[in-house]
């Protein structure tokens, strides 16, 4: 097999394995409710109290663990961590569709916490096999995957609920162990043994992770840059719903219509735009064009009169698929290859700690706003103005970094992985090597 096309069937490999593991997740989401319910026998809303402290231990979790598992990843390769995470979503489905108490759920959702993390090595995986100039692509579609996975498992899950709600959690480990059959056979190792370093339990944390980057200043700021993007693009998911009831007297299928366009053209944003758009600009701005389009789009939902400028704002804030893929991309150049799993478990445990603070914050403050319709401050977007808010701050950050550590430089033809060398006169120079073969090839198992 020639080694192009062995590349295209790693990516492809990989790209499966996170469509597959975010569909699974999202099979969940509809019929969470309902079992919680069954388990509890409470209200609607003591559901959701309790399925907010899952959400918690899941992402906290995956903040503790991302920087573990990258860690690990870098010491042992990126198969083993992909395979076992794989194995420990199985055993969670497993146990959440046969829980008969509550912790049962608690139990389960901790250990997917953890398996999730893999999430940072599976990121890894393709800046292995990726030349970093063509970095921000393939994250686009790693974002992509994400994305689509999360719309077609709701829909998914929605219709098997109709059966049981059991049923998807049932369908959600047949998935996962599936994929885990899928990796075994088909996914190699990407990180030669040459190119890998010892586990440092000093640098498996998320604090020693970050610690550890501290000599590459650039990724400290970005990081922020990612934290703050990542705080509030948990207003949409936590509050959406409630914010469209509350204004418009949307249903849950409207709702979860409009949620639906909104992941495809985010998932659109960041797999075909990112990538042709990085090349002919430059990854900063892009970045910068994303990051504004979600400061416009949030600001203008937190104060849409009516449905239409809604979808219209709707609409811009899936630009804002841009930014991450091209940011990814930036922070990809600031270290070496034999990091990139640390890096990633860093930008990882990043968003997790986003996504253990955001929907709490996001909820209290539509709860304040919103407990008194007739009363002065009675202001049911404010959620979307804080997220604004946020993003405003990681556009400043990156301007700052892009500014201090000339992330916006742009390579000149010469520096491109194709160019070649011109010598100076009286000299003869070795041709360089072709950057993308030596992407191409992943080590065999």
Known sequence: MQASTRSRLTLTCILITILLDMIGVGIIVPVLPELLEELTGGSVA????????????????????????????????????????????????????????????????????????ALATATAYMADITPPHKRTQRFGLIGAAFGLGFIIGPVIGGELGEIGPRVPFFAAAGLAFANFLFGLLVLPESLPKTSRRKFDIRRANPLGAVLALK?????????????????????????????????????????????????????????????????????????????????????????????????????????????????????SRQVPDNSQGELQGAVNAASSLATIIG????????????????????????????????????????????????????????????????????QVRVPPIDEDERYNDPPRR
């Open 215 to 331: 000599k590459y200043p650039s990724v400290l700021w970005l990081l922020g840059v990612l934290f703050f993007f990542q705080l509030s693009a948990q207003a949409l998911p936590t509050v959406f719903s409630y914010f469209t009831v509350e204004m418009f007297n949307f249903s849950s299928s409207a709702i979860g219509r409009t949620l639906g366009g909104f992941g495809l053209g985010f998932a659109i944003s960041q797999a075909l735009l990112a990538g042709p758009l990085s090349r002919g600009m430059g990854e900063p701005a892009v970045a910068m064009i994303g990051l504004l389009a979600a400061v416009t789009a949030f600001a203008g939902i937190a104060f849409a009169a009516d449905v239409y400028h809604l979808y219209l704002f709707i609409l811009v804030g899936t630009i804002s698929g841009l930014a991450p893929p091209a940011i990814n991309g930036v922070l």
């Open 46 to 117: 003591d559901a959701a109290v309790i399925g907010g402290y899952l959400v918690f231990a899941y992402a906290f979790m995956q903040f503790v663990f991302s920087p573990i598992l990258g860690n690990l990843s870098d010491r042992f390769g990126r198969r083993p961590v992909l395979l076992l995470s794989l194995l420990g979503l199985t055993f969670d489905y497993l146990m959440m569709s046969i829980a008969p108490f509550v912790w049962y759920l608690f139990v389960g959702r901790i250990i997917a916490g953890i398996a999730g993390a």
């Open 359 to 426: 929907p709490l914050a996001a909820t209290q403050i539509f709860s304040y706003y919103t407990t008194s319709p007739g009363a002065h401050d009675y202001f049911p977007g404010a959620p979307f103005i804080a997220a604004s808010a946020s993003v405003a701050v990681a556009l400043l950050l990156f301007a700052f970094a892009a500014w201090r550590f000339e992330l916006g430089h742009r390579p000149s033809i010469a520096d491109h992985p194709h160019a070649p060398e011109i010598p100076p006169p009286g």
